[in-house]
């Protein structure tokens, strides 16, 4: 177990750190944020938004005298990802909107990572450069070519100090290989390839080649008429390169072995469970689609969100989840106004955290859940801008059903649901949380005694 991630005892106090994002009324579209990621070391956190830009922010060096704050993420970069396109051939716009950013391992100075829309991924390198060479000799100070004829010395070029310039540059562009909206990216161990999943196929990539991908796994029946199911989400294994998971709207997750065959239409193995009939309804069939997957750190488990319940699998048993927790059950008896107003489609994300040991994931009114998986025990908090005073705690939040509320209750009928935490990260070693509320990045961490 990583020291300082524990369990979520009574003794974990979550208190606010830092919230991101204007205050104003009126919020654009462009301005909401699509994605949350941390990269491998938890220095960095990146977020896309529906304008297609990502910004970046750098965790602050501690300070020696306050040892009680730790570092504040503040803005490192920001840059336009993804612009709108226009598809000619099918008469189609093409949002900007980034879908998913994939952080690659640092391997030298520069950061990489990778950005999605609903067609095209990019390879992006953030890098930064204090210095500036002086004194070329075929060129003036101002970068105008010299005439040769006036050049009667060579001098030897000389780097001055300059301010602190953070450049992102689309280092490669991976294009036209989806006829389908791309839902997930996901980096492979091996750090060489990295998949692409849309409703029906997912693609293998090479870093280095970006006209030509290699389809590993196609559903699109020959007749699209008898289309019963698309993928949802993908994610390779966290230590094995050639293994990966996808799952699809039906509820089913399907484990693959690219040694097995170069297209994998044959899962390994098949994980699903088998639904009560007793239960069975209109809705049935929509809360049970599954909106993310995402192998533990370890490698072992296997956790997915549906619209009701995040279900933790074993990977060495597929007819049940060995764990089920309920996000919000209240909302049961709500999926009549839910699908009337699309918001039984929202598509809610879940993370591990460092040691696996917690899970975390959205739910409307700005609340988010964790699930401690050891005491079993579970809490709710909120993402507002009323308890953001810093270091101020999260106060636990209770949602009653029917009958009498209590004074910190409440009530199901006035949970606001145009207010939702779709997107969630973790840090990867430390008890710090990004939370998307809107336009709003909120982070939080545990309180230090």
Partial sequence: MIPGIGTLTQDTLWCFSQVKGTIEVGTTEADIISTVEFNHTGELLATGDKG????????????????????????????????????????????????????????????????????????????????????????????????????TTLRVPVLRPMDLMVEATPRRVFANAHTYHINSISVNSDYETYMSADDLRINLWNFEITNQSFNIV?????????????ITAAEFHPHHCNTFVY????????????????????????????EDPSNRSFFSEIISSISDVKFSHSGRYIMTRDYLTVKVWDLNMENRPIETYQVHDYLRSKLCSLYENDCIFDKFECVWNGSDSVIMTGSYNNFFRMFDRNTKRDVTLEASRENSKPRAILKPRKVCVGGKRRKDEISVDSLDFSKKILHTAWHPSENIIAVAATNNLYIFQDKVN
């Fill in 52 to 151: 297609g830009r990502v910004v970046i922010f750098q965790r602050e060096q501690e300070s020696k005298n306050q040892v009680h704050r730790r570092g504040e993420y503040n803005v490192y970069s920001t840059f336009q990802s993804h612009e709108p396109e226009f598809d000619y051939l099918k008469s189609l716009e093409i949002e900007e909107k980034i879908n998913k950013i994939r952080w690659l391992p640092q391997q030298n100075a520069a950061y990489f990572l990778l950005s999605t829309n609903d067609k095209t991924v990019k390879l992006w390198k953030v890098s930064e450069r204090d210095k500036r060479p002086e004194g070329y000799n075929l060129k003036d100070e101002e970068g105008r070519l010299r005439d040769p004829a006036t050049i």
């Fill in 218 to 230: 196609d559903i699109k029946p020959a007749n699209m008429e008898e289309l019963t199911e698309v």
């Fill in 247 to 274: 799952s699809s709207s039906k509820g089913t997750i399907r484990l693959c072995d690219m040694r097995a065959s170069a297209l994998c239409d044959r899962h390994t193995k098949f994980f699903e469970e088998p």
